[in-house]
């Protein structure tokens, strides 16, 4: 079975501060993409980062960067300098492609809170 | 601006009723799915579409149903509401291309069934 694990249920942080959200995944497939979405309040998912399962290499965007251990199948999330408006809850996810299609996996998530 | 688009952002149904939840994509995406998010249970994928008409079963199909009969549509069907479907549901499409795998989502539906 696919399965996204999020051990955290919540997390707060100060603002300035560096946080760190923990995901684990299971697979069976060799190509896969993995990404970190974010749900403000607004209900709106927004997609925070990417990363290829093919790439070494940890992604980054700006704040943001991931830890990908593929041996390990762990994917974090490091938010650096966070702010009040990083307040939300993030959803860690893997999208695989195989025979049957595509399938998008999410975990239970993860709600952060960023206080001043 | 690319467009995920659900039909109702709230809708209270009665139980019994069969509810159709409608999505709308101006993307051309191949892909489409539906899940539904509950408090402490992050979001499980009900059903998914690679295709016009095809659609694969997610990890809670029982009690849905859905249809694309249309690249751009993709309806969940809730046969009999249960209160026990009382949630919120998300639509999210993405592209089949190799590399452009975001996918986007709706603002989502919260559905009561009383």
């Known amino acids: 079975a696919q399965t996204v694990t999020q051990s955290q249920p919540e997390m707060s942080v100060q603002e300035a501060e560096t946080v760190t959200l923990s995901c684990t995944y299971d697979t069976s497939e060799n190509n896969y993409y993995l990404f970190w979405y974010k749900q403000p309040p607004s209900r709106q998912m927004i997609l925070v980062i990417r990363?290829?399962?093919?790439?070494?290499q940890n992604a980054t965007e700006n704040r943001f960067s991931v830890n990908f251990q593929k041996a390990a199948k762990s994917f974090s999330l490091k938010i650096s300098d966070s702010q009040l408006g990083d307040t939300a809850m993030y959803f860690c996810?893997?999208?695989?492609?195989?025979?049957?299609?595509?399938?998008?996996?999410f975990g239970k998530g993860t709600t952060l809170s960023v206080s001043s | 601006d690319v467009k995920v688009t659900q039909s109702s952002r709230y809708l209270v149904k009665r139980t019994g009723e069969k509810v159709f939840l409608e999505c709308v994509q101006d993307?051309?995406?191949?892909?489409m799915f539906w899940y539904r998010q509950d408090p402490g249970l992050g979001l499980r994928l009900i059903y998914f579409?690679?295709?016009?008409?095809?659609?694969e079963k997610g990890d809670i199909p029982e009690g849905y149903s859905v249809s694309r009969e249309k690249k751009e549509r993709f309806s969940l069907i809730l046969e009999s509401a249960s209160t026990n479907q009382t949630s919120m549901y998300l639509c999210a499409s993405s592209s089949a291309a190799a590399g452009n795998t975001e996918a986007f989502f709706g603002q989502g539906t919260r559905l009561t069934v009383v």
């Open positions: 990363q290829e399962a093919y790439k070494q």
């Open positions: 993307m051309d995406h191949e892909n």
């Open positions: 996810a893997f999208m695989i492609y195989n025979q049957a299609g595509t399938a998008l996996i």
């Open positions: 579409s690679y295709d016009v008409k095809m659609k």
